[in-house]
């Protein structure tokens, strides 16, 4: 079945710093949406993207989505301490009912330092 | 509050009992999901309903499992014979289709914890 993968799983960073993670899907999408979790928290709906090579921003953070939709990434400038969390990408795959499934990556899990 | 509710937060069962959980949608929103989620992993799709109607279900989800939503408002997901493996925080989603423009976001529930001891 479909796969979403994401890199890196895990990423330490100091406050300032930058921070990226990638996702890449076995197959080619409909859309993405990315998400953020924060610990003990349930996802939260961030952005989505639906058009080949689109580039989004949202203050700090780029979301760009790949050429042949089936990649993305999610990159933060400066990071904060707000912005620690699990960072989940979510791949729109239309199925033959015609109901379009959200599949989840695997996560990133950022964790930033003062 | 009109965000997704989910009922209980938190359940603890004995293995071999059924188990019930509660999800409010959000009231304009037509489509639900169930998701579950184990620790250090994202969120794998388990069933979703448009309006009253089950329109697919992950293989993942045993016979053991079962989702209603009979008013399409509401729905309720139910495991019977509970094992430990089912063990994880369960989510509930909604969203609304507009044609022609596939998915919205998705708002999430806080999600029930089940642990099976």
């Known amino acids: 079945g479909q796969q979403v993968m994401q890199i890196p799983q895990y990423q330490h960073v100091q406050e300032g710093e930058d921070f990226t993670t990638y996702c890449n899907s076995s197959?080619?999408?409909?859309?993405i949406q990315w998400y953020k979790q924060r610990p003990g928290g349930h996802p939260v709906f961030l952005i989505q993207?639906?058009?080949?090579?689109e580039v989004k921003k949202q203050k700090r953070l780029t979301f760009q989505f790949g050429e042949a939709k089936k990649n993305s990434s999610l990159h933060i400038t400066a990071t904060q301490t707000t912005d620690v969390g699990t960072y989940f990408c979510a791949g729109g795959a239309r199925m033959n009912t015609g109901f379009q499934k959200l599949v989840f990556g695997t996560g990133t899990r950022l964790l930033v330092s003062p | 509050d009109t965000g997704v509710s989910q009922d209980p937060r938190h359940k603890i069962t004995k293995r071999g009992q059924n188990v019930t959980f509660r999800c409010d949608p959000i009231s304009e929103h037509n489509r639900l999901y169930w998701y579950r989620q184990t620790l250090g992993q994202g969120p794998e799709f388990l069933t979703y309903?448009?309006?009253?109607?089950?329109?697919?279900k992950s293989r993942l989800l045993s016979d053991r499992f079962s989702a209603e939503r009979p008013k399409g408002s509401f729905s309720t997901l139910e495991i019977q014979r509970t094992e430990q493996g089912d063990s994880a925080m369960y989510l509930c989603a909604s969203n609304r289709l507009r044609t022609g423009r596939g998915n919205t976001e998705a708002f999430f529930g806080q999600g029930t914890r089940l642990t099976v001891v």
């Open positions: 993207l639906v058009k080949s090579g």
């Open positions: 309903f448009q309006n009253e109607a089950q329109l697919e």
């Open positions: 197959t080619t999408l409909s859309n």
